[in-house]
């Protein structure tokens, strides 16, 4: 291995392109830059006079940059199957929760309802002992303390509504944006939340994913209250007059497991994609430092 400067190997024969891009692409450079205005920097050729670089011989450069950008395929190969499968499952949603692609043997015809029909609105307070739960718009609903943020909650909780699993919390505030979730957790939640309780014969699982449709998104948004965005709001007395069409309930649980399939393949797809991001990242930190030789 040899101890230069990058100024003397820039542009000529000791070094791959590749390897010299990666190179920076991995060091931290920024105490070798100057401030040249408002979150503008520059490397110029004074602080490459004083950045040195560890450089392996050309043949070793040719073989770290290939198994670099193997790394690089398989995760740009990751991110197309996330991006085709999300596709897949908007179609998939398009057509099962309009009822233009029905499952198994059914053929009667989607009945009409108000929400009011098929929702409570769970209203239980002063639940101190319970654990403060967050509703998010990626995550579901989760613990509060997994949020990384102050808690800005008041110190004093005897408003703060209680959620079981099952429900479907909202944000009061955020619906016309599809900010709900059903719940897996027993706790509390802000009163700027609302709570809805599936009665018989819903899943809430399917009314989960139908709440996530951009059609019924749009219905929450018009029956919202307020002059401008900010000001929404979708209390549980207007959400309670909205009519939407749905299947019996066999047939939304099949919706809903198809629907569940497909986003699992979504997460196994994703934590593929983050296994390998954090693989190329040790690679880089090994294969350019010189930790981890390769043969050409």
Same mark, same amino acid.
């Given at each position: 291995?040899?101890?230069?400067?990058?100024?003397?190997?820039?542009?000529?024969?000791?070094?791959?392109?590749?390897?010299?891009?990666?190179?920076? *692409?991995?060091?931290?450079?920024?105490?070798?830059? !100057? +401030?040249?205005?408002?979150?503008?920097? &520059? @490397?110029? /050729?004074? %602080? #490459?006079?004083?950045?040195?670089?560890?450089?392996?011989?050309?043949?070793?450069?040719?073989?770290?940059?290939?198994?670099? *950008?193997?790394?690089?395929?398989?995760?740009?190969? !990751? +991110?197309?199957?996330?991006?085709?499968? &999300? @596709?897949? /499952?908007? %179609? #998939?949603?398009?057509?099962?929760?309009?009822?233009?692609?029905?499952?198994?043997?059914?053929?009667?015809?989607?009945?009409?309802?108000?929400?009011?029909?098929?929702?409570?609105?769970?209203?239980?307070?002063?639940?101190?002992?319970?654990?403060?739960?967050?509703?998010?718009?990626?995550?579901?609903?989760?613990?509060?303390?997994?949020?990384?943020?102050?808690?800005?909650?008041?110190?004093?909780?005897?408003?703060?509504?209680?959620?079981?699993?099952?429900?479907?919390?909202?944000?009061?505030?955020?619906?016309?944006?599809?900010?709900?979730?059903?719940?897996?957790?027993?706790?509390?939640?802000?009163?700027?939340?609302?709570?809805?309780?599936?009665?018989?014969?819903?899943?809430?699982?399917?009314?989960?994913?139908?709440?996530?449709?951009?059609?019924?998104?749009?219905?929450?948004?018009?029956?919202?209250?307020?002059?401008?965005?900010?000001?929404?709001?979708?209390?549980?007395?207007?959400?309670?007059?909205?009519?939407?069409?749905?299947?019996?309930?066999?047939?939304?649980?099949?919706?809903?497991?198809?629907?569940?399939?497909?986003?699992?393949?979504?997460?196994?797809?994703?934590?593929?994609?983050?296994?390998?991001?954090?693989?190329?990242?040790?690679?880089?930190?090994?294969?350019?430092?010189?930790?981890?030789?390769?043969?050409?």
């Amino acid at each position: 291995m040899l101890i230069t400067h990058a100024h003397i190997i820039n542009g000529t024969d000791k070094c791959t392109t590749e390897w010299f891009y990666y190179f920076f *692409l991995h060091r931290n450079i920024c105490r070798y830059t !100057t +401030r040249q205005g408002a979150g503008r920097y &520059k @490397l110029n /050729k004074d %602080a #490459l006079d004083m950045l040195s670089i560890i450089l392996p011989p050309l043949p070793e450069q040719k073989r770290i940059g290939e198994i670099i *950008l193997s790394w690089e395929t398989a995760i740009e190969q !990751t +991110r197309r199957l996330i991006d085709e499968r &999300k @596709l897949r /499952k908007i %179609a #998939l949603m398009q057509k099962l929760l309009t009822g233009k692609m029905r499952l198994g043997d059914f053929s009667d015809s989607w009945r009409k309802f108000s929400l009011g029909e098929l929702f409570d609105e769970r209203t239980e307070i002063n639940n101190h002992h319970l654990p403060l739960l967050a509703i998010t718009g990626s995550r579901g609903v989760i613990l509060a303390s997994e949020i990384q943020r102050k808690d800005s909650s008041t110190e004093n909780k005897s408003r703060y509504k209680r959620i079981v699993p099952g429900d479907i919390g909202y944000n009061t505030m955020r619906m016309w944006q599809g900010v709900s979730a059903v719940s897996s957790l027993e706790g509390i939640i802000s009163p700027a939340y609302t709570v809805c309780i599936p009665k018989n014969g819903i899943d809430s699982l399917f009314m989960g994913y139908f709440f996530k449709f951009p059609p019924i998104i749009n219905l929450f948004r018009r029956y919202s209250q307020g002059l401008v965005n900010d000001t929404l709001n979708l209390k549980f007395s207007n959400f309670a007059k909205i009519k939407i069409k749905i299947p019996n309930y066999e047939e939304q649980t099949l919706i809903r497991e198809l629907l569940s399939t497909a986003d699992e393949e979504i997460e196994v797809l994703q934590a593929k994609l983050s296994a390998l991001e954090k693989q190329k990242r040790g690679l880089m930190q090994k294969l350019l430092a010189g930790e981890v030789r390769v043969k050409p």
